[in-house]
Every structure is written in C-alpha cells, then in structure tokens.
C-alpha cells in the first residue's frame, strides 16, 4: 500500500528528512514504513493484534528495525508518552472514536507535536456513504466508522495549530474492492516554534 499523497507531498516538499515519529492507529503500516525510509524514527500504535504483527514482520524484511517500533496498544494510551513529534500521523483513527473522544485525543495530539512539529489527519465525513448507511458499502474500513465529520469539523479540532493544508471532498477510491466514492477530510498543521514567533 502506498502513503498517503499528501503526506508525502508535505514531507518531501519540506524536505524533511529526520526526527521522531509517531503513528496513531498505524493499520498496515504504510505511513509507517515510509517514513522510516525517509529517515524518521517512528513509534507505531495500533490495538490491532493483527495490524501490529503485519508492520513488524514487515519492518523486519525492509531492514528497518529497530528505526521502526511497533506497540499493540490503545490509541488513547499516547496521553501517558512523556514524548514529543516532529511528525504525527493519525489516519482515519478519530473517526473509529466517539466524537468526544475523538475530540480529546485530537488535543492530545496537539499536546505531542514539537515546536514545529507537523501533524497530519484524516476522517471520513458525512458526505461518505457510510454515513446513511443507506445501501451495501463496498469498504470494509467504513464499516467500522462511527463518528462521521460534518463539514469543517476538522478543521474546529486543529485550533491553535498553522493550517498548511486542508482539503474536504468526496473522491474516488480504487486501491481496494470495486471502485467507490469516501467523503475525507485531510490536513497538515504545524506547531509553531513559539521562540520563533
């Protein structure tokens, strides 16, 4: 699986090549991995038994232990990492979390980002199909969504952070199953160096 475009752009187009990462509900990995070739250090969490096998055999076989740490946990366990980010990546995971707790753990994010520090997220809105739950979902990942952004939601999460990117559409989707549409909201902040402002 290939990481997320905008991410990618963000990192490359900044030439960001080194530093501590975190991956909050990392799934397969594919955030993770690639920033570990970048030259990050990242910390992966996901509380998928299965998720957190896969990256680390995964890691293992691109020779990027032990840049790569892997760590079957809750999500909301990163509250108790005495750590701060220069990258946080949180991909579709506040939207697996009741709205509140999705919305605390957004401050926790925020709390772990380095001056300067960047943070990308992403949700499924209520332009998804998922959200009437009104016919058959050809995505498995929708079906276990239970907090669809409505329009700006997101962006009201990142208060207090520099709002590089964001973007709110409904796209097509052809990376698994048959063609279908999601409606996503993406972002990248940035912690602004308060020394520097």
Not at 60 to 87: G, K, T
Request: hydrophobic content about 45%; aromatic content about 4%; charged content about 20%.
């Amino acid at each position: 699986p290939r990481p997320t475009a905008m991410l990618v752009d963000h990192i490359i187009s900044n030439n960001l090549k080194s530093g501590c990462a975190l991956d909050v509900g990392c799934g397969d990995g594919r955030n993770t991995l690639w920033l570990a070739q970048q030259g990050f250090s990242v910390l992966a969490i996901d509380n998928s038994p299965i998720a957190v096998a896969k990256l680390g055999s995964r890691a293992q076989l691109m020779d990027l232990l032990p840049r790569v740490v892997v760590r079957l946990q809750p999500v909301a366990a990163i509250a108790e990492i005495d750590s701060l980010f220069d990258v946080i990546v949180a991909s579709t995971i506040l939207c697996h979390l009741q709205a509140d707790d999705a919305a605390e753990l957004a401050e926790v994010l925020k709390a772990h980002l380095a001056p300067d520090g960047t943070l990308y997220v992403s949700v499924f809105t209520q332009e998804d199909p998922s959200y009437l739950r009104a016919e058959p979902s050809l995505s498995e990942t929708a079906d276990a969504v239970i907090n669809h952004f409505p329009p700006d939601k997101l962006r009201a999460c990142l208060a207090g952070l520099e709002l590089v990117r964001y973007s709110e559409q409904v796209e097509m989707d052809t990376s698994h199953g048959p063609p279908h549409t999601h409606g996503i909201a993406r972002a990248i902040a940035r912690r602004k160096d308060k020394s520097t402002s």
